[in-house]
């Protein structure tokens, strides 16, 4: 099981000093942030993209390939890449790109974006969005996997002959998650291809999360990729930590209370109750955590966000200090130790090489002609 931590990249003012960190001292911090993440052995780093203020991750492959320069071992992912304005050639080359410079230590998670009005600015609709998520993936898809690419779609140009480049390390492909907090067909699209399904339940109780992730396994084993079991599946979650549970709640409340996603709704204490929101010590995040795979299964990968609110840099890298010698290693031994024999590993760049080795990476052919199925094709 994999485990780390992902940023939305948010510009917020710091509600006890009153200062907004400059867009050149964030994107550093990012950098920083990521770095001591691989050093307190945490499994991946993810950052959003983001085209609209308060956020400046505007540009993922950028800033992760800077990282990738400076790190060896963490994986290095997207918390989103919006799969619906940005075009499946453009990603496929800019991603592929990453893969090399990164030596493989890559993959991607794929979102549809729900801010409206960053659809017009990229030429698209937000009315369009599922079907833009599934016919630029189905292009995408091809694209990884196909030397030569005829493509004709409702919703770009027509290619004939077209290779992206460069090709996938070692005809690995980076692998794909795909992000969805309450659209089915995105659960339906990520199992069709035998894909990993991330569920940032950041802001859902845990009824809704079981119910997607339920979707998503009956219909991966549906499509002949294993069992529900073996279903690859990944979770959000967010946690403020102090040695004290009750010092962790008096310094995080100010920024719950003036945090954009947060300010003017639900009380701290209703968050922690309803969602994966975990604000106390090492031991109630440990314990808190391991209580998803209650309702989710054996699971591949936990990231959490740490990063956001206006929490000065100094803070973050403290809670990464405590998740580093605290928390992770704990969840590690008990994961592990409570893991069916029959759940699939961790999607790591060395277990796909080693199903492409064996010829177990599935590839999905033809029309589906299911009249239930309402996704894909």
């Given at each position: 099981?994999?485990?780390?931590i992902?940023?939305?990249?948010?510009?917020?003012?710091?509600p006890?000093?009153?200062?907004?960190?400059?867009?050149?001292q964030?994107q550093?911090?990012?950098?920083?942030?990521?770095?001591?993440?691989?050093?307190?052995?945490?499994?991946v780093?993810?950052?959003?993209?983001h085209?609209?203020?308060p956020?400046?991750?505007?540009?993922?492959?950028?800033?992760?390939?800077?990282?990738a320069?400076q790190?060896?071992?963490?994986?290095?992912?997207?918390?989103?890449?919006?799969?619906?304005t940005?075009d499946p050639?453009?990603?496929?080359?800019?991603?592929?790109?990453?893969?090399?410079?990164a030596?493989?230590?890559?993959?991607?998670?794929?979102?549809?974006?729900?801010?409206?009005?960053?659809?017009?600015w990229?030429?698209?609709?937000?009315?369009?969005?599922?079907?833009?998520?599934?016919?630029?993936?189905a292009?995408?898809?091809k694209?990884?996997?196909?030397e030569r690419?005829?493509?004709?779609?409702?919703?770009r140009t027509?290619?004939n002959?077209?290779?992206?480049?460069?090709?996938?390390?070692?005809?690995?492909?980076?692998?794909?998650?795909?992000?969805?907090?309450r659209?089915?067909?995105?659960?339906?699209?990520?199992?069709?291809?035998?894909?990993?399904?991330?569920h940032?339940?950041?802001f859902?109780?845990k009824?809704?999360?079981?119910?997607?992730?339920?979707l998503?396994?009956?219909?991966?084993?549906y499509y002949?990729?294993?069992?529900?079991?073996?279903a690859?599946?990944?979770?959000?979650?967010?946690?403020?930590?102090r040695?004290?549970s009750?010092?962790?709640?008096?310094?995080?409340?100010?920024?719950f209370?003036?945090?954009?996603?947060?300010?003017?709704?639900p009380?701290?204490?209703?968050?922690?109750?309803?969602?994966?929101?975990?604000?106390?010590?090492?031991?109630?995040?440990?314990?808190?955590?391991?209580?998803?795979?209650e309702?989710?299964?054996?699971?591949?990968?936990?990231?959490?966000?740490?990063?956001?609110?206006?929490?000065?840099?100094?803070?973050v890298?403290?809670?990464?200090?405590?998740?580093g010698?605290?928390?992770?290693?704990?969840?590690?031994?008990?994961?592990?130790?409570?893991?069916?024999?029959?759940?699939a590993?961790?999607?790591?760049?060395?277990?796909?090489?080693?199903?492409?080795a064996?010829?177990?990476?599935?590839?999905?052919?033809?029309?589906?002609?299911d009249?239930?199925?309402k996704?894909?094709?």
């Amino acid at each position: 099981m994999e485990f780390g931590i992902f940023s939305v990249g948010d510009l917020t003012r710091n509600p006890l000093t009153g200062v907004t960190p400059s867009e050149y001292q964030r994107q550093k911090d990012l950098v920083t942030i990521a770095k001591h993440a691989e050093e307190v052995g945490l499994d991946v780093f993810a950052t959003g993209q983001h085209h609209n203020p308060p956020f400046i991750a505007s540009s993922p492959t950028t800033t992760l390939a800077y990282i990738a320069a400076q790190t060896e071992k963490i994986t290095l992912s997207t918390a989103t890449t919006l799969i619906t304005t940005t075009d499946p050639v453009r990603i496929a080359e800019d991603y592929g790109t990453l893969q090399h410079l990164a030596d493989g230590r890559t993959d991607l998670m794929l979102g549809r974006g729900n801010t409206g009005p960053v659809y017009p600015w990229f030429g698209k609709d937000i009315r369009e969005g599922v079907e833009l998520a599934i016919e630029n993936y189905a292009l995408l898809h091809k694209l990884w996997r196909e030397e030569r690419v005829n493509w004709s779609g409702k919703h770009r140009t027509p290619l004939n002959g077209f290779t992206a480049t460069p090709r996938p390390l070692d005809n690995v492909a980076p692998f794909v998650w795909h992000g969805s907090i309450r659209t089915p067909e995105i659960a339906e699209q990520a199992a069709f291809y035998g894909d990993g399904f991330f569920h940032n339940n950041i802001f859902w109780p845990k009824e809704h999360t079981q119910r997607m992730i339920e979707l998503y396994r009956e219909r991966y084993e549906y499509y002949g990729h294993g069992t529900a079991e073996q279903a690859i599946v990944g979770l959000g979650g967010q946690v403020f930590m102090r040695k004290n549970s009750q010092d962790a709640k008096n310094e995080f409340r100010p920024f719950f209370n003036n945090a954009p996603v947060y300010g003017g709704g639900p009380s701290m204490e209703s968050f922690m109750e309803q969602t994966p929101l975990t604000v106390g010590s090492p031991q109630e995040v440990i314990e808190k955590t391991l209580s998803f795979r209650e309702y989710a299964g054996d699971y591949q990968r936990q990231l959490f966000l740490v990063d956001h609110a206006g929490l000065p840099t100094k803070t973050v890298l403290e809670q990464l200090d405590l998740l580093g010698e605290e928390v992770v290693p704990v969840l590690r031994k008990e994961f592990e130790a409570l893991r069916s024999p029959n759940a699939a590993p961790a999607p790591t760049r060395k277990v796909m090489l080693k199903r492409h080795a064996e010829g177990k990476i599935a590839l999905p052919g033809g029309v589906h002609t299911d009249p239930s199925y309402k996704g894909v094709n």
